[in-house]
């Protein structure tokens, strides 16, 4: 593949040949984000023209290594770029101390030094876990994204927030630390699980949701050609790593705007808690969840949209075979008071009032700092009720 790394369009419309570049402006640390099929072929010829004669450590996961890492690391030998690797277990588990600290100690081992880059490659939990090792090793590596699902094309690998859990909670420990590029090969995600793709695709629909209806509008017309692969898969991660962009450049640290990404999450994060990280609810289905209890809750609790407009929402998620209620989580959810005191954790009560992200319509979320506690715990005893 010929790489032009400067001069290619910026632009993303549906397209079926050149890669797609969407810039993250942040002034000195802006980044490029290429999405396009079979790109990870050009890997080791832009980490090349960005980092002559940088080394590369790569963190990945078992399936992804299964999947990836054979064809990643013969790129990059192609470039003449040398490489090192570690391996960790698949799944939210490896955002753990323990993975994090042989991540630490293998990229030391591997005499990566400031000036080579640790290499991401895989979804958002190697993602967070990868860059918050770059973020802290010697005081700081770079590092570059190659998202292999599909929540990381669109999400967890443009931001730069970085983290591993704690016992008390998720991602509560961690940093902003931006990568030098993010390359998202659209291809890698033939191979992704229906049900894993499904859950990114949640929080693909999420920009349409937060602030593009015309977006929302094209999703619902061509979502079974996004499900499929080709142009339309690679227009909508273009269109949502674009409305991604705008507001890390806006809000790198979420003192304001940012924190409309995360429509959903609140109550997602809690249902998530609840089920233990599991197999039970994955995170793009929690933010499903959650994303249609944010309209319903906007609608009937709040008067802020048309019930119907909910409903088109909510009809939505589960066209494409989301869940969209508390009752569509298998198993049993702890009582009330204890999704009451997980939500109080994700995001703090103050003086019984809580901050959500409200919508006054199909792309027109905003951030409510002033939502009773109280109102919060009738909507979801009625919910639960439903179970
Ligand atoms: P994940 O990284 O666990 O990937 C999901 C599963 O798919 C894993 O089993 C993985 O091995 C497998 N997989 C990955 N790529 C594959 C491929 N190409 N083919 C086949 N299988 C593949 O999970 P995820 O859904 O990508 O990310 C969820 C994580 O992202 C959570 O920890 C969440 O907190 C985090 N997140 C972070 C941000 C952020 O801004 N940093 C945003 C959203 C979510
Ligand atoms: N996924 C939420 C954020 O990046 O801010």
Same mark, same amino acid.
């Given at each position: 593949m010929t790489v032009s790394v400067r001069g290619e369009a910026k632009t993303a419309e549906p397209n079926t040949g050149d890669p797609t570049i969407?810039?993250?402006?942040?002034?000195?640390?802006?980044?490029?984000?290429?999405?396009?099929?079979?790109?990870?072929?050009? +890997?080791?010829?832009?980490?090349?023209?960005?980092?002559?004669?940088?080394? !590369?450590?790569i963190v !990945?996961?078992?399936?992804?290594?299964?999947?990836? +890492?054979?064809g990643a690391e013969s790129v +990059?030998?192609?470039?003449?770029?040398?490489?090192?690797?570690?391996?960790?277990?698949?799944?939210?588990?490896?955002?753990?101390?323990?993975?994090?600290?042989?991540?630490?100690?293998?990229?030391?081992?591997?005499?990566?030094?400031r000036g080579d880059l640790v290499v991401a490659l895989g979804g958002g939990v190697i993602g967070d876990l990868a860059g918050f090792a770059a973020a802290v090793v010697r005081r700081g590596l770079d590092y570059v994204q190659v998202p292999t699902t599909l929540?990381?094309?669109?999400?967890?690998?443009?931001?730069?927030?970085?983290?591993?859990?704690?016992?008390?909670?998720?991602?509560?420990?961690?940093?902003f630390h931006q990568p030098i590029l993010v390359v998202a090969d659209t291809a890698l995600l033939d191979t992704l699980p229906?049900?894993?793709?499904?859950?990114?695709?949640?929080?693909?629909?999420?920009?349409?949701?937060?602030?593009?209806?015309?977006?929302?509008?094209?999703?619902e017309a061509n979502w079974k050609d996004v499900f499929a692969g080709g142009p339309a898969r690679d227009h909508a991660i273009a269109v949502s790593c674009r409305a991604k962009a705008a507001i890390v450049a806006r809000d790198e640290r979420e003192t304001g705007d940012r924190a409309l990404l995360n429509l959903g999450h609140t109550f997602g994060h809690a249902l998530e808690a609840a089920c233990g990280y599991s197999d039970r609810l994955l995170h793009g289905e929690a933010i499903a969840i959650g994303m249609a209890l944010a309209f319903d809750f906007s609608a009937t609790r709040q008067g802020l949209v048309s019930k119907a407009e909910a409903a088109r929402a909510i009809r939505h998620l589960a066209a494409v075979g989301l869940p969209t209620r508390i009752s569509d989580i298998p198993g049993p959810l702890p009582p009330l008071d204890r999704l009451m005191e997980l939500i109080a954790q994700d995001k703090k009560i103050k003086r019984g009032k809580l901050t959500f992200i409200l919508v006054r319509g199909t792309g027109a979320a905003f951030i409510e700092t002033?939502?009773?506690?109280?109102?919060?715990?009738?909507?979801?005893?009625?919910?639960?009720?439903?179970r």
């Open positions: 969407v810039e993250v402006k942040l002034g000195a640390r802006s980044y490029d984000i290429v999405i396009g099929r079979g790109i990870i072929a050009s +890997l080791g010829a832009r980490i090349a023209a960005l980092r002559p004669g940088a080394k !590369t450590f !990945t996961d078992e399936t992804v290594a299964r999947h990836v +890492l054979a +990059l030998d192609r470039a003449g770029i040398k490489k090192d690797s570690v391996v960790v277990p698949p799944g939210e588990g490896s955002k753990s101390f323990g993975v994090f600290e042989r991540v630490c100690e293998a990229i030391i081992a591997s005499r990566i030094e929540l990381a094309q669109v999400d967890s690998s443009v931001g730069g927030k970085t983290a591993i859990d704690s016992r008390q909670g998720k991602n509560l420990i961690g940093a229906p049900r894993e793709f499904r859950a990114g695709y949640a929080e693909l629909v999420k920009y349409g949701f937060l602030g593009d209806a015309a977006f929302f509008d094209w999703l002033g939502v009773e506690a109280a109102e919060v715990r009738a909507f979801l005893s009625e919910k639960l009720a439903g």
